[in-house]
């Protein structure tokens, strides 16, 4: 019981769908370019700015320890240009994380958001705190009680 | 009390951490996918043997499929080739190619002279659709259901074991709930 999964477009179809999915890519491709200095920099410091701090907050999952701004593999290079077109499309910073831990997980970023089961990683450093000092302060009583010696 | 409990609570706390950070079976490459039980995301693809065709997984909704990520530049994926033409010859479900970051022709060669597992395999020229599906390191392979949800994923190359365990209950299972 398959169904074919490929569809024979008649031949006008498919000639239409390349003409608008060309017009389409062109003008991707021009707000693509138009918006990037011969560097292949954002022409638009603000954008590049947001484009570097973006990049750098996300991790790159193939090399986990670097961010898509400093791998060099393929897919840093994908995202990279996700984030760009994204940002060139007037998205905002939520929405560009948020397409990314979609599709990617929490892991994708590299600090993790606060919602109740990351209270743990964020409050751990506190606690951690608190009971040195509980610790340090015990000492210190029991010191003071201590003779002095000769 | 305290004395002794408060250091051997903290020594049992560092060998569970420990265990669990130096365990040399865990890939720390494998991530939880975000997509379980969500939608599988959409594409339209030109399928790698025929430019004139479409490969889209809206044509299979209403039946359980496999989508395979894979690309002649993956090594992993030449190692599970062969899995996927045992799998392929079973006709359990349609399984479905992604081919990502590749060249066309390349791929296209690699289908003739190894054998063609799958029913119909996107090219995926830009590599939005992988990102659409999550991808990260080739070979992956997901298995979705006939509501359309992506229900299980796996990385690395598939083996007839892990079929056999992990795809074939699951396909059981969402074919008689779908039934």
Redesign the interface.
């Known amino acids: ?9 008649p031949a006008a179809l ?1 000639a239409a ?1 390349l003409a608008i999915a060309a017009v389409a890519a062109g003008a991707a491709g021009t707000a693509a370019t138009g918006g990037l200095d011969e560097h292949g920099q954002l022409q638009d410091a603000a954008l590049q700015g947001r484009f570097e701090r973006i990049t750098k907050e996300l991790r790159c ?2 090399c ?1 320890n670097e961010s898509i701004a400093d791998s060099n593999v ?2 840093a290079g ?2 990279r240009r ?1 984030v760009r077109d994204m940002l060139l499309a007037h998205q905002s910073d939520d929405a560009i994380f948020k397409f990314m ?5 929490d ?1 994708v970023r590299f600090s993790p958001p606060l919602e109740p089961k990351t209270l743990l990683i964020w409050g751990a450093p506190f606690v951690m705190v608190l009971c040195g000092g509980f610790i340090v302060m015990r000492i210190a009583r029991q010191r003071a009680h201590m003779p002095i010696d000769e | 009390m305290w004395k002794f409990l408060l250091p051997f609570a903290a020594f049992l706390t560092l060998v569970v951490l420990f265990a669990f950070g130096l365990n040399p079976k865990r890939d ?2 494998e ?5 379980i039980g969500k939608p599988a995301p959409e594409f339209a693809l030109v ?1 790698v043997l025929d430019p ?6 809206s ?2 909704k ?2 359980v499929y496999v989508l395979n990520v894979w690309g002649t530049w993956c090594g992993e994926c030449r190692a599970e080739h062969a899995t996927l033409l045992a799998i392929s010859q079973q ?1 359990t479900v ?1 399984l ?1 190619g992604l081919d990502w ?1 590749d060249e066309r022709d390349k791929a296209k060669q690699w289908l003739e002279q190894l054998g063609n597992p799958y ?2 395999v996107g090219f995926d020229a ?3 659709a ?5 991808a ?2 080739a070979p992956e392979t997901f298995l979705v259901d006939q509501r359309g949800r992506v229900i299980f994923k796996f990385i690395t190359p598939m083996t007839q074991a892990v079929w056999d365990k992990e795809f074939l209950p699951r396909i059981a299972a969402a074919q008689r709930s779908g039934a």
């Open positions: 019981m398959r169904r074919s999964l490929i569809a024979f477009w498919l769908a999952l193939v986990q393929e897919l994908d995202l996700q831990t979609d599709r990617y997980g892991f | 720390i490459h991530l939880p996918s975000p997509l399928d004139a065709r479409v490969v889209s997984n044509t299979l209403g039946q006709h349609p479905i970051m029913q119909a830009d590599g939005r992988a990102i659409d599906w999550g990260y390191g």
